[in-house]
């Protein structure tokens, strides 16, 4: 069992920065990749990015957003430069243990999630 917390969400202007974190519980946090999607209401879950040992992106955030990890910290990041109106969303954290790199967009594919912490681009 992984538990997630996340971090780091607000209110903030266009074009400014946040950056989100994601504490896990658990001693093996390095065996599990990390992910980050966004809803909002009345959408589906979006694929914001991930991580196991490289990061990938999704196009609409790739060169304004950053995800990265820190193993000792059992915590994961979302570094969100650029921000825009359409950025406000919930963003959730994820893990999973065995997930491969061609199932990292799809919500589905992941096992355990964080509560999720608000986003507010504003001008």
């Known amino acids: 069992q992984v538990q997630l917390v996340e971090s780091g969400g607000g209110l903030v202007q266009v074009g400014g920065s946040l950056r989100l974190s994601c504490a896990a519980s658990?001693?093996?946090?390095?065996?599990?990749?990390m992910g980050w999607f966004r809803q909002v209401p009345g959408k589906e879950r979006e694929f914001v990015a991930a991580?196991?040992?490289?990061?990938i992106y999704a196009d609409s955030v790739k060169g304004r957003f950053t995800v990265s990890r820190d193993n000792a910290k059992n915590t994961c990041y979302l570094q969100m430069n650029s921000l825009k109106f359409e950025d406000t969303a919930v963003y959730y954290c994820?893990?999973?243990?065995?997930?491969?790199?061609?199932?990292?967009?799809?919500?589905?594919?992941?096992?355990?999630w964080g509560q999720g912490t608000q986003v507010t681009v504003s001008s």
């Open positions: 658990g001693r093996t946090f390095s065996n599990y990749a």
């Open positions: 991580i196991r040992w490289s990061p």
């Open positions: 994820t893990a999973d243990r065995s997930i491969i790199l061609s199932s990292m967009r799809e919500a589905a594919s992941w096992d355990y």
